[in-house]
């Protein structure tokens, strides 16, 4: 029997698959396809990985390790929700919910001294920032807008802000010192094994990582980023907003880059509050309230301290001298520097270019910002756009072209898989990366407090990687260019593979070419004026971050981009989109009963979740593939997807009118006459009750809910949340 892996994964999606999931089993049930789900949620990984000190009736499978066994194998389908990326400040909530539902997990301990504290901190490394995508994605990313997403955002525009030739927005980045400036690369000949070992100024050496598998052909990078000149850069931005008159912020990516990151997210905190930390830091330190953490967790703590009302006058006096601060929620006083994973770059800066380049400042008033991304790898796309939105005003959605992505990601590729291999410095001295012959490839003198990392891309998902490049550029006609910097050691590498692999390739009269990533930007917003579509083919890290800019512009939200990932032995990832915005949803439904999550994502990935087990031979799948398609369309051209506000469909309204649109299409369709007779008296019956349901979804919003749980809900009382109408529930259970 075909089998699909749904995953349970955590907030809005994790809700929305409450009322959808019930509606998926029944539909594919009456294809011959079975639906398991897997839970790889927060709390589920929590657990797992520390079920042995759990009794065994609390204990939980380690399913990530089973899904990334599965996603090497050619019966892998799987449909994967997103989840969250922990950041420290989560991770802490995570715990002390767990504790109080009765789960003896133990604390995140900061600076853990025992042995065990130590070993409890490694299990909770390895749950902490973007640890499930590397693990399921065995092989590359093509995430493209389906046509009748974009064909909705043509016949209904998203709102766009207003583009002042006098804008005072830009993008602020070190240019030097940096991650990009400083990186080294080398392509290993042989397998091999490779040693990371900083060798001090009075010859000490300090092994920091050892015993580093690489393959033959493998591409191995190293760099770092200069704390002193992070802390100048930092001083002069905080001065330059507040002589400006714009909003200050910072733009990273502290769950993905989780160790380099917060580390950094710190360095800002600090910038923002010379005084308070010249005075206070180092009894903060001492009382574990890490400026890493954010804002928010040292206020948090202030209370405990004899003197915290003292340090609290010292933020609120430094907050009132130095620039506007931009917010994230200005009725709540939450700040840009509250929570590292809060202000996420991939998602805030495309929506702060969407809004005429604005963010929210302290007053509630939208103004001009000075976004900082302090590494300048890829902070130049930004700008490129904002330059062009300056000069050309903001983006037309009912004319724009769309740019998809092509993503290199397979097995860990490039800065997201670099989390074991980066270290924030201890003291002076020199890094070397030496190999089993104990031969120096790589080195670099630092200073304490620098942040060093390395990263691989292996051979085989590169050679995968120019491949799916041109088959995508084949089906859609369209000009492909891969976004390397020939100033990036790296990416130089890189675009010496691709011109060798392009060779193995039919390429005659494809449009395929290499810029730097500023170039290939310039390149494909003029090509978008036009209304014409441009393939970014790019690393991992641009991938993330062009598939939310562009589809942010292109269609509202990169929630409606379909995420396919061909993976390399053949079985299939099918992931749902971004979810950047789902602790917001969250936050509505405890208050209002109403979740705005939309899944088109999720019916984008099932549609073909199905078309994989239909290639497979199953044709009844290939028929509820078609036939969710052009449910998903009528969807759209209908204006049945979740609103904004209570009294109007939400995402559990959207799942039924999916449901009555596809039971019809499947009843009216002729290819398969069995599902035609299995679903018309499911389609004649919803279409009957239509408006009773449509009360009833509808009739229970306006009221807070509990759900017993935020990282580990209760699954009696979301269940009760998210299937409201008995109406519907009935109709649904009689395909099971």
């Given at each position: ?5 749904y ?5 809005a ?11 998926i089993?029944a ?19 929590m ?13 939980v ?10 996603a090497?194998t ?30 003896a ?22 749950i902490?920032?973007?640890a499930?995508?590397p693990?399921l994605?065995?092989g ?7 046509l ?5 955002a043509r ?9 002042s ?49 690489v393959?033959?052909?493998e ?17 002069e ?16 990516k ?15 905190v ?9 005075q ?24 405990k ?34 929570v ?6 991939d ?33 130049g796309?930004?700008?490129t ?7 050309n005003?903001a983006?037309?959605?009912t ?14 590729a ?26 120096v ?5 630092v200073?304490?407090?620098d ?6 891309a292996?051979?085989?998902?590169i050679?995968d ?6 088959t995508?550029?084949r ?21 010496d ?7 193995d ?24 004026r ?9 690393g991992?890290v ?8 562009f ?8 929630a ?48 073909e ?7 497979k031979?199953?044709t009844?799948?290939?028929?509820l ?43 009216s369709?002729?290819?398969?006459a ?5 679903f018309?008296?499911v ?9 009773t349901?449509?009360a009833?979804?509808i009739?229970?919003?306006g ?5 017993g ?8 009382k ?12 009935t109709?649904?259970?009689?395909l099971?």
């Amino acid at each position: 029997m075909a089998k699909i892996i749904y995953t349970h994964t955590d907030e809005a999606p994790l809700l929305a698959t409450y009322s959808l999931l019930p509606v998926i089993e029944a539909f594919a049930s009456t294809a011959g396809v079975e639906v398991e789900t897997r839970d790889i949620s927060l709390a589920a990984r929590m657990l797992a990985a520390f079920a042995d000190k759990l009794p065994t009736d609390q204990q939980v499978p380690d399913a990530l390790t089973e899904l990334g066994d599965l996603a090497k194998t050619p019966e892998a389908n799987i449909i994967k929700l997103p989840n969250i990326s922990a950041s420290v400040p989560q991770l802490k909530a995570a715990v002390k919910e767990l504790q109080a539902q009765g789960f003896a997990v133990p604390d995140y301990v900061d600076e853990p001294q025992t042995d065990e504290e130590k070993d409890n901190r490694a299990r909770f490394d390895k749950i902490k920032g973007s640890a499930v995508n590397p693990v399921l994605r065995e092989g590359n990313s093509d995430r493209r807008a389906p046509l009748a997403v974009k064909n909705y955002a043509r016949k209904h525009p998203h709102s766009m802000g207003t583009w002042s030739a006098d804008s005072k927005t830009r993008v602020a980045t070190m240019g030097h010192d940096d991650f990009r400036t400083n990186e080294k690369s080398v392509v290993l000949p042989a397998d091999d094994t490779l040693t990371i070992t900083l060798v001090g100024e009075d010859g000490t050496e300090k092994v920091l990582k050892q015993s580093l598998p690489v393959l033959a052909g493998e591409v191995v990078d190293a760099t770092f980023l200069n704390a002193a000149k992070l802390d100048e850069f930092l001083a002069e931005q905080v001065a330059a907003a507040k002589a400006d008159g714009v909003l200050f912020s910072v733009h990273l990516k502290a769950t993905m880059m989780k160790v380099s990151d917060p580390i950094i997210f710190g360095h800002v905190v600090k910038a923002f509050f010379p005084q308070t930390f010249a005075q206070y830091g180092a009894q903060l330190d001492e009382a574990g309230l890490s400026a890493n953490n954010g804002l928010a967790a040292i206020l948090g703590g202030l209370d405990k301290l004899e003197n915290g009302a003292e340090i609290k006058a010292s933020f609120d006096k430094e907050i009132a001298e130095g620039p506007a601060l931009a917010m994230v929620n200005s009725d709540k006083g939450i700040t840009n520097l509250h929570v590292p994973s809060d202000v996420i770059v991939d998602a805030s800066m495309p929506a702060m270019i969407r809004i005429g380049g604005h963010m929210w400042g302290p007053d509630g008033a939208e103004g001009d910002t000075l976004a900082v991304i302090p590494d300048s790898s890829y902070a130049g796309v930004y700008q490129t756009v904002i330059e062009d939105c300056k000069a050309n005003g903001a983006y037309d959605p009912t004319t724009m072209g769309s740019v998809p992505n092509v993503g290199l990601m397979a097995q860990k590729a490039e800065e997201y898989g670099s989390h074991d291999k980066t270290f924030e410095i201890p003291f002076a001295g020199t890094v070397k990366v030496t190999n089993a012959a104990g031969d120096v490839l790589m080195e670099h003198a630092v200073e304490a407090g620098d942040i060093w990392r390395a990263c691989q891309a292996k051979d085989a998902p590169i050679r995968d990687w120019v491949k799916l490049a041109v088959t995508r550029a084949r089906a859609s006609r369209t000009p492909a260019i891969f976004w390397l910097d020939p100033e990036r050691a790296h990416d130089r590498n890189l675009a010496d593979k691709v011109r060798t692999y392009l060779k193995d390739y039919d390429t005659e009269g494809l449009t395929i070419e290499i810029m730097s990533p500023v170039e290939a930007t310039r390149y494909s917003v003029d090509r978008i004026r036009k209304g014409e579509d441009t393939i970014s083919v790019t690393g991992n890290v641009l991938r993330d971050y062009n598939t939310d800019l562009f589809p942010i512009l292109e269609v509202g939200t990169s929630a409606k981009m379909l995420s396919v990932v061909p993976l390399m032995n053949g079985g299939g990832l099918f992931e749902t989109g971004a979810g950047g915005s789902a602790p917001k949803h969250v936050q509505q439904l405890l208050e209002e009963n109403y979740l705005r999550w939309d899944s088109l994502g999720e019916f984008m990935a099932l549609a073909e979740s199905f078309r994989h087990e239909a290639n497979k031979g199953n044709t009844q799948a290939g028929v509820l593939a078609d036939t969710l398609d052009k449910a998903t369309e009528a969807l759209l051209d209908q204006n049945k997807g979740p609103a904004r506000k209570v009294g109007q469909i939400d995402n559990r309204g959207s799942h039924f009118w999916l449901a009555n649109f596809w039971a019809n299409e499947l009843a009216s369709q002729t290819e398969d006459a069995a599902l035609a007779a299995a679903f018309k008296p499911v389609a004649d019956e919803l279409a009957a009750n239509a408006e009773t349901i449509d009360a009833e979804l509808i009739g229970v919003q306006g009221r807070s809910v509990d759900l017993g749980g935020y990282y580990r809900p209760d699954d009696a009382k979301t269940t009760a949340v998210m299937r409201p109408s008995e109406t519907f529930n009935t109709i649904i259970a009689k395909l099971a």
